[in-house]
C-alpha cells in the first residue's frame, strides 16, 4: 500500500507540475490557475528537497506576476528553512536565499536580508556560481547602505573566487564591480589604479565577443564617470565617443547566442545591452549638461526615456527607474537654463510620482528633488522657499559635492537679500581654496560666486581676478555656460569702471555663447548690457535691436513665470518634510 501511495503521490505531482507549466506558458498565460497547481502540489506529502522546489516556484511567479509579497514571502521563507534542514548543495536553496533577500531589499528591510545572504554565502562554499552570485548580491545591500569598505571587501573576494574558478571574465566584472564602488566613494587614486589595471586585462581577453565587448560598455562607463565627476568635460570626449561606437557595435552582435564556456561562473552578466544603450544616452546627457549644450540633453534624455518606457513594458526593472530619475534630473536644470519653468515643475512632480513607485528612491534621490525644487523656487524669486529647499536637500545630502553645488546657490541668495552674516559663514564653506578635492567645474562656480560678491560690494579689481580664474577653468575644458557667465559679469563690471569698449569685448561673445546654449537668464542681462552699451556709444539702431532682444526674453519669462505661478504642482515649493503632496498634481 506504501508503495501504491508513493506512485500515486509522484503521478500527482508529475500531473499537477505538467498542468502549472502549460498554464503558465499557454497564450495568454492563466497565472492563477498555474498559482493554484503548484499550492495543490503542497497538500501531497513531498520529500523535503521537492517541496523546497515547489515553493521557490510559487515563490517566483507570485513576484513576477501578482502584487501578494507576503505569501510569495512565506513561501520562500519555508523554502529557505527546509534547505537550510538539509546538506544538499543545490541550486535551489541559495536561490531561495537569493530571491527571498532581493524581496527583502525591496522593501528596505536590510536587516533581514544581510545575515539570510551571509549565512547563505558560507554554505555555498563548494558551489563557485553561486558563491559569486551572493558576493555580488551581498556586496550591493552594504553598497546601498553606504558601507562601502564592506562592499569592497567582498567583491575583492569574489576576485579571488572567480580567480580560482578560472574565470578571467567574472573576475573582469568583479574588477570592475570594485572600480565602480571606489568611484562612488571618491576614492580617486583607487579608482585610476583598478581602471588601468582593467584597461590591460580586457585588451588580452580572449573570450566570448559580446563579453569582451560588454566588459570594454563597463569600463569606458567608467572612466567617462570618473572624467566627469572630476569636472574634465573636454577630457572626456575620447572615451565618451569610443563608448558611443562600441555599444553600436554591440547591439549588431547577435545576442542570442550563449556564451561557449562550460564554466557556470562565466554565466554572469553586468546589464543586458538594451540597459546599457540607456546608460550610454545618460552619461552623454550627463556630458552635454556639463559642456552646456542643451539641445543635446533634450535630444538624448528624449531618446533614452522612450527606450526606458518600452522596456518597462516588458520588465519593470528596479535601475530602469533609477535611470529615469536621473535622465529626468538633468532634463529639469535644462528646462530651467532655458527659461522654461512650467515643464520644469511638472517634470519634478513626474520624479516624484517615479519615486512613489519605488519609495527606496525617495530616500537616494530626495537631495536631489529638494534641490531641484530649491532652483525652480529660485528662478521664480521665492527665495525663502527656495532657502528651505536648499537647507532640506543638505540635511539629505550624503555626499560632499552635492552640498557644495547648494552651498554656492544659498550664497547668490545669502547675496541677493544682503545677509551679509550667513554669506560670510557659507563662503567659507565654499572657498575655492579648500575645494582642491572637488571638481574643476565646482571649483571654478565657486570662483565665479566669489566674483559675484566683489562685484555687489563694488570691489572691481578683485571680481575680475576671481571671474579670470574661472574664465581660465572653464575654457580649459570647454564649460560653455560658466564660460558665457563669467564674461557677461566681467562686462558688467567694465561698464561699471567706465571702460565701455572693454564692456562690449566681454558681453558680445557672452550673448552669442548664451545663444548657443541658449541660457535665456544670460541672455536678458547680456541684452539688457548691450543696450546701455550702444546707448552709450550713440548707435540708435544697434540699440533698439538690444531693446528689442531685451523685451523678447523679458515678455518670453513674465508669461512663463505667470504659467509656472498658477500650475497647481508650484505649491510644491512649500514642501520640506513628510510625504510628498501628491494632492497638487491635478493632471
Not at 102 to 126: F, G, N, R, W
Request: neutral net charge.
Amino acid at each position: 500500500m506504501k508503495m501504491a501511495s508513493s506512485a500515486n503521490t509522484e503521478a500527482c505531482y508529475v500531473a499537477l507540475l505538467g498542468l502549472a507549466e502549460n498554464f503558465r506558458t499557454s497564450n495568454p498565460p492563466n497565472i492563477k490557475l498555474c498559482i493554484h497547481c503548484l499550492q495543490s502540489i503542497l497538500t501531497l506529502q513531498l520529500a523535503p528537497k521537492v517541496e523546497t522546489r515547489t515553493r521557490v516556484q510559487l515563490g517566483n511567479i507570485l513576484i513576477a506576476h501578482t502584487k501578494n509579497t507576503d505569501l510569495a514571502i512565506s513561501n520562500l521563507e519555508k523554502a529557505w528553512e527546509l534547505a537550510c534542514n538539509t546538506r544538499d548543495v543545490d541550486d535551489v536553496k541559495f536561490e531561495s536565499a537569493s530571491v527571498l533577500a532581493q524581496i527583502y531589499e525591496q522593501q528596505t528591510q536590510y536587516e533581514l536580508a544581510k545575515p539570510l545572504l551571509q549565512t547563505a554565502l558560507d554554505m555555498s562554499q563548494q558551489s563557485p556560481y553561486w558563491h559569486c552570485r551572493i558576493l555580488f548580491q551581498l556586496s550591493q545591500l552594504h553598497a546601498i547602505e553606504r558601507d562601502f569598505p564592506s562592499a569592497v571587501r567582498l567583491l575583492t573576494s569574489g576576485i579571488e573566487v572567480a580567480g580560482k574558478s578560472r574565470s578571467e571574465y567574472t573576475k573582469l566584472l568583479f574588477l570592475l564591480s570594485r572600480g565602480m564602488l571606489l568611484l562612488i566613494d571618491k576614492k580617486t587614486g583607487d579608482v585610476h589604479e583598478t581602471l588601468t589595471t582593467v584597461s590591460s586585462l580586457i585588451e588580452t581577453y580572449n573570450g566570448p565577443t559580446i563579453q569582451k565587448e560588454s566588459l570594454k560598455v563597463f569600463f569606458l562607463i567608467l572612466q567617462v564617470c570618473h572624467y566627469l565627476m572630476a569636472g574634465q568635460v573636454k577630457s572626456v570626449k575620447p572615451a565618451l565617443k569610443n563608448l558611443q561606437q562600441i555599444i553600436q557595435t554591440i547591439t549588431q552582435l547577435h545576442t542570442d547566442e550563449e556564451p561557449d564556456s562550460s564554466n557556470p561562473v562565466d554565466l554572469f552578466q553586468w546589464l543586458p545591452i538594451e540597459h546599457m544603450c540607456v546608460l550610454v544616452y545618460l552619461v552623454t546627457v550627463m556630458h552635454s549638461m556639463q559642456a552646456g549644450y542643451m539641445d543635446k540633453v533634450q535630444k538624448y534624455t528624449d531618446k533614452a526615456l522612450m527606450q526606458i518606457e518600452k522596456l518597462k513594458m516588458l520588465d519593470a526593472h528596479p535601475i530602469l527607474s533609477s535611470f529615469q530619475l536621473m535622465l529626468l534630473e538633468h532634463i529639469i536644470m535644462c528646462r530651467l537654463i532655458m527659461g522654461n519653468k512650467t515643464v520644469a515643475i511638472q517634470e519634478i512632480f513626474q520624479v516624484c510620482h517615479v519615486c512613489q513607485q519605488q519609495p527606496r528612491l525617495f530616500t537616494t534621490h530626495g537631495a536631489q528633488i529638494h534641490t531641484l525644487l530649491g532652483l525652480y523656487a529660485m528662478s521664480m524669486n521665492c527665495m525663502e522657499a527656495a532657502e528651505s529647499q536648499f537647507h532640506t536637500a543638505i540635511k539629505l545630502s550624503r555626499g560632499t559635492e552635492l552640498a557644495a553645488f547648494i552651498n554656492l546657490n544659498l550664497a547668490i541668495i545669502y547675496m541677493r537679500s544682503n545677509r551679509q552674516d550667513e554669506l560670510l559663514q557659507i563662503l567659507e564653506k565654499v572657498d575655492p581654496e579648500k575645494l582642491q578635492a572637488q571638481s574643476h567645474g565646482l571649483k571654478a562656480s565657486a570662483n565665479y560666486v566669489r566674483g559675484l560678491q566683489s562685484f555687489f560690494q563694488a570691489r572691481y579689481n578683485e571680481a575680475k581676478h576671481y571671474l579670470r580664474e574661472t574664465l581660465k577653468m572653464a575654457n580649459a575644458e570647454e564649460i560653455n555656460r560658466m564660460t558665457s557667465c563669467s564674461l557677461v559679469l566681467l562686462g558688467h563690471i567694465f561698464l561699471s569702471m567706465g571702460n565701455n569698449t572693454e564692456s562690449l569685448n566681454m558681453v558680445t561673445p557672452a550673448m552669442k555663447l548664451a545663444g548657443k546654449i541658449p541660457d535665456v537668464h544670460v541672455q536678458l542681462w547680456a541684452s539688457s548690457l548691450l543696450k546701455d552699451l550702444y546707448r552709450l556709444s550713440g548707435d540708435k539702431a544697434q540699440e533698439e535691436e538690444g531693446c528689442r532682444l531685451h523685451t523678447s526674453f523679458s515678455q518670453s519669462l513674465l508669461k512663463d513665470h505667470f504659467q509656472s505661478s498658477q500650475l497647481s504642482e508650484h505649491g510644491l515649493i512649500h514642501w520640506t518634510e513628510g510625504t510628498c503632496p501628491f494632492h497638487l498634481n491635478t493632471t
